[in-house]
């Protein structure tokens, strides 16, 4: 690696870990990225479910070479009538099972979060909000109150005093749906949890959860940032479980690989935001145009090309290619986000140097450090599938 690009990084780039991966890309395309010495890398992570129509996609490229040269931002959001933002706005809200029909963008994950947040407030009239044990809803205060005990602990202990009234239950725990009250504003959750390292709803949970809230009053908040735009084998988690909710969270795969994010209501609840206060929800750049052009052309690219329909026979591949070796203790899969557990924090570590080595980029998650990830772009193909598959199993096997 280029030694003064290492330094000035070290030095000047804001770090959030001691211990960067300290790899340098030169350009990505489809399922890989390649270093400026040519080392070629397949995408395990994605960016972290983001890159859904892989790296460089030419509609993306054209589509954000188009509308930059265009026009890029022109007014604060929520002003102008500005194309790229109203016809992906249309896009998603027939996407969406009814009555998820009004769109608010905003730039990130943790935005999206604060504003469903925010809006349930405004809504309900409520102050208290429930989230979910090993939750990760973004690093901003609002997001971060919600990122549920003990685990999220460690990090919110050194940024406290946080949100107070937020109380957060077991994920999948049927007897403590009967904390959610009619104090409860929002309860949000994963659909499937991610950061948890992949973690499925049980059987009828969701369904529990979505009439406990109807019960209540509260408003169910789906985070679909990771989860959303085929992810999970289905366009969003929601038409997978079956279970629609009152808001929306989207994000990473929603820009297209431009920082873009969401959240969706019925126009009736989204219109609270309107009045009392009248600008109580702004945001400069949200749904700036560049990126609602890239995640209008991404989304495109996902439905007309049938994208999503592949998604789960791929997810089964990986795991009929992995699951029977013997370093492999489990694998937990929604669709093309997969957890490879390897049960020993360990392993994984040398895994990581082992991928490293091999030109696997992999990770492991935020509350699971005995697991590796797989979440490659959703346009990988078979032929792809198998071939990194088969150097992660021989990773498995230098263990
Ligand atoms: N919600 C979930 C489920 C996530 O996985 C993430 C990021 O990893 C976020 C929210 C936060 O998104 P952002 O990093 O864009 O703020």
New binding site residues.
Partial sequence: MNTILRKQFLAHVGQTSPSPMLVEVARAEGSFFYTPDGKRYYDLVAG??VSNVGHCNPDVVRAVQEQAARYMHVMVYGEMVESPQVTYAARIAAALPAPLDSVYFV???????EGALKLAKRVTGRTELVSMRR??????HG?MSMMGTPEGEEWKAAFRPLLPDVRAIEFNDFEALDRITRRTAAVLV?PV???AGVRLPAAGWLEALRERCDRTGALLVF?????GLGRTGALFAMQRYGVTPDIV?L??AFGGGM?L?AFVAAKRTMDALQTDPALGHITTFGGHPVCCAAGLAAFDYLTRNRVVEQVEAKGALYEELLAGHPQVREIRRSGLLLAVELGDAAKLYRMMELFKEAGILSDWF?YCDTAFRISPPLTISEEEVRDSARIVAECLDKL
């Fill in positions: 972290v479910s730039n990130s994950g943790a935005e999206a979060v939750a990760y809803h973004g690093s901003t997001a994963e949890q991610g950061e985070d679909e940032i990771q989860t969270c994000a990473k920082p994010g935020l």
